[in-house]
């Protein structure tokens, strides 16, 4: 079975400062991995994903995430924090075991110090 | 486009009735939908997984009784709590895949935030 952890359950950073969300999954086949985005009292806006294709996905508002297989990991980064990226952050596993399931993290609360 | 839409978007009910919140995927076709449940401040959890036309999978723990699922088209499922409890106070989020072969990306709707008094 496939399985999430996002390390960190609350990251502060100062506006300005590198992202570094951490990301480690466990899967027994190749996974689609995503990283999606949540502001209160809404649904999920999707971040960016791995499909197998490059390891280095660049996705929305600045953001892009590396899949390293050897390590089991798919860290969202984003050089540069503005405020509007505070939000709650959920890394995502998905594989396809006759059917498609998604997994959730349980998702990091991003801090931005102005 | 990859549009899913939620109704209600909050609902309050009193405790022992029951809601019906729909999950519709606007401009494209979905075999396969979604339910999650949040709790408040915590990580989505998946209830179960309903294919349009058959009987939805429930994950474990989730009582097929109580939550009942109906996927009768390609746009739209509907998730039923019946006889609500304060404890099924919850934000619902349903999620709809885009039937494409091959491909695996599913859209998410806004929520549902139900409240049981």
């Known amino acids: 079975a496939q399985s999430v952890t996002q390390l960190g359950s609350h990251v502060s950073v100062s506006e300005g400062a590198l992202v570094l969300l951490r990301c480690n999954y466990s899967?027994?086949?190749?996974?689609?991995l995503f990283w999606y985005v949540q502001y209160p009292n809404q649904g999920l806006q999707l971040l960016l994903k791995?499909?197998?294709?490059?390891?280095l996905v660049k996705g929305i508002n600045g953001f892009e995430a590396e899949f390293k297989k050897s390590e089991t990991s798919f860290h969202l980064t984003k050089p540069s924090a503005h405020m509007s990226d505070a939000a709650e952050y959920f890394c995502a596993v998905s594989v396809n075991t006759g059917g498609f399931k998604t997994i959730f993290g349980a998702g990091t609360r991003l801090f931005v110090k102005a | 486009g990859a549009v899913v839409s939620q109704h209600p978007s909050r609902v309050i009910c009193k405790s022992g009735t029951s809601v019906k919140i729909e999950c519709r995927s606007l401009?494209?076709?979905?075999?396969?939908m979604f339910w999650y449940r949040q709790f408040p401040k915590q990580s989505l959890m998946l209830m179960a997984t309903?294919?349009?036309?058959?009987?939805?999978?429930?994950e474990q723990g989730v009582e097929k009784d109580k939550f009942l699922i109906n996927h009768a088209s390609l746009t739209l499922s509907t998730l039923t709590v019946t006889s609500a409890h304060p404890e099924d106070s919850s934000f619902y989020i349903c999620?709809?895949?885009?039937?494409?072969?091959?491909?695996?990306?599913?859209?998410f709707g806004p929520g549902t935030r139900l409240t049981v008094t």
């Open positions: 899967s027994s086949v190749p996974p689609y």
């Open positions: 309903s294919n349009e036309g058959s009987k939805a999978t429930y």
């Open positions: 401009d494209f076709q979905a075999t396969t």
């Open positions: 791995y499909t197998s294709a490059a390891t």
């Open positions: 999620s709809a895949r885009h039937n494409r072969q091959g491909f695996n990306e599913q859209y």
